[in-house]
Nanobody, 118 residues
Framework: QVQLVESGGGLVQPGGSLRLSCAAS????????MGWYRQAPGKQRELVAT?????NTNYGDFVKGRFTILTGKNTVSLQMNSLKPEDTAVYYC??????????????WGQGTQVTVSS
């Protein structure tokens, strides 16, 4: 099994910054893509940012240059700047790849709350 552990959420004022981090562990053979999604109350989960092992990145339209996704060895972080109240949501880490048995995994973290409020 592959597990994801997230950290870095919290309360921040509008215009502030936060950095989310996520680490994958377990029976990992490869990590093909890691990223972040978010879900606000009453809304569907949406893409924030993903990055493939080859370095291709994909951002949600609302990001508009405010967030940056970075990946390392089985880790992903999300630097969020110029935060707005509408960025308030639970942020979920996601990893896609193959485990040591060559079985595809698509794993989610437990979620971390980000609240942007004065």
């Amino acid at each position: 099994q592959v597990q994801l552990v997230e950290s870095g959420g919290g309360l921040v004022q509008p215009g502030g910054s936060l950095r989310l981090s996520c680490a994958a562990s377990g029976s990992i053979f490869s990590v093909n893509r890691m990223g972040w999604y978010r879900q606000a109350p009453g809304k569907q989960r949406e893409l924030v940012a993903t990055r493939t092992a080859g370095g291709n990145t994909n951002y949600g339209d609302f990001v508009k240059g405010r967030f940056t996704i970075l990946t390392g060895k089985n880790t992903v972080s999300l630097q969020m700047n110029s935060l707005k109240p509408e960025d308030t949501a639970v942020y979920y880490c996601n990893a896609l790849g193959y485990d040591s048995s060559q079985v595809l995994y698509d794993t989610w973290g437990q979620g971390t709350q980000v609240t942007v409020s004065s």
